[in-house]
């Protein structure tokens, strides 16, 4: 397949601006639950959008290295992105707006999204450059199915059964204290941490199988089975081993898996199989992806840290602009979130018509 499929990077725009909007209320005390991670097990719209995005980096491996030769110079360039987006997450982590601009090193957080993204766009490259696809689906498999065994039955050294539960008995929680300590998002566990790394890269390989299917036309119907099958799969799992964003269970990466192929299937018919233009301003956020995320992080950090007054400058535009009187706290949390993603969405289109595209 020569054309561009337009869809994913409508998807891959999609996320970005979810993102955004997750992650830029007006204020945290008045959030729609949507718009929330689930406590711990379960599942809402918001837990989508990580591993969206990294099955849509899956997708865009294949078609960047589908033809690509076994050589030094092709891994040079993967560990080049790789290093570019760790450096980046951890410089969101460390940098402050103010004097000495750096984070305390003894406490600063080492885990992250982008960090994650760069690890596992290294790892599932590497296997993807280097296995077929029979060999990364068994891989898939081994990982899934290793992670639920190390997590749900694997005893500690003094014989406590580890649990799923937000406690040091539990396996991924465990690895991250012992080995990142203050290093963490919270005190005892950290949404990004190492050992749940593993599992995220079945998501992104799953993300190179669709692509895989995709570039051989197989058709929107048996994609929509296949979403179907394994939105059944992973629900099924889930009895066994809930769905959890924070461990990325393994149920978590097969329904994430299932729900974006679904979606993706949806829009691959409307707008590259029937031609229907829609949503082009997803598209010019999905072009600048990672740049409009680490800017709207960045500059998102920087306005909750910079002082006005007895606030700071997100709390200051958001009650002198968003809060009134007929609107409900939630609505005008919501408003100021929306009107965050609108100015990145205007920033993507303006740098799409000047040419402008950022590649990490």
């Known amino acids: 397949m020569s054309k561009r499929i337009e869809s994913v990077d409508l998807l ?25 991670h689930a406590e711990w097990n379960g599942l809402t719209p918001t837990d989508l959008i990580f591993p969206f995005f990294l099955f849509i980096v899956g997708i865009s491996i294949y078609f960047a290295y589908k033809n690509k030769s076994n050589d030094a110079l092709v891994y040079k360039k993967i560990l080049i992105r790789s290093v570019k987006l760790i ?15 750096i984070k305390d090193f003894d406490t600063f957080r080492i885990p992250g999204v982008l960090q994650r993204i760069g690890i596992v766009f290294f790892i599932s490259s590497i296997l993807y450059i280097n296995f077929n696809w029979k060999i990364l689906v068994t891989i898939s498999i081994a990982i899934l199915i290793g992670y639920w065994f190390i997590l749900g039955f694997l005893p500690f050294s003094d ?11 539990n396996w991924a929680n465990y690895i991250d204290l012992n080995i990142l300590g203050n290093h963490m998002w919270q005190s005892d566990y950290d949404p990004e941490g190492i050992f749940s790394t593993l ?9 190179i199988l669709i692509g895989k299917l995709l570039d ?4 929107v119907l048996r994609l929509f089975i296949l979403s179907l099958l394994l939105l059944s799969v992973g629900y099924l799992f ?5 769905i959890n964003k924070a461990l990325w269970s393994s ?39 990672i740049t409009i995320y680490f800017l709207s992080s960045f500059i998102s950090k920087t306005m909750y840290l ?7 400058l997100h709390g200051y535009l958001y009650e002198t602009i968003f809060v009134q009187s007929f609107f409900t706290d939630n609505f005008s949390s919501f408003l100021y979130a929306l009107s965050v993603v609108i100015f990145y969405a205007g920033l993507a289109l303006y740098m799409f018509r000047k040419n402008i595209f950022i590649k990490v």
């Open 12 to 36: 891959r725009g999609f996320t970005i601006a979810a993102m955004i909007l997750v992650n830029t209320p007006g204020t945290w005390s008045s959030v729609y639950k949507p718009l929330l």
């Open 87 to 101: 450096g980046l997450g951890i410089f969101l982590n460390i940098f402050l707006p103010y004097y000495p601009f």
């Open 159 to 169: 014989g406590t059964l580890p649990t799923f539960e937000r406690a040091a008995n």
């Open 199 to 207: 599992p995220s890269i079945v998501t992104c390989i799953s993300g």
């Open 216 to 219: 051989n036309n197989i058709g």
């Open 238 to 242: 889930h009895m066994v081993f809930p």
């Open 251 to 289: 149920s978590f990466v097969i329904v994430t898996s299932g729900w974006a192929t679904l979606i993706l299937t949806i829009i691959y018919y409307f707008r590259d199989v029937k031609n229907f233009k829609f949503g082009t301003i997803f598209k010019y956020l999905g072009i600048n992806a």
């Open 306 to 312: 910079t002082k006005l007054g007895e606030s700071n």
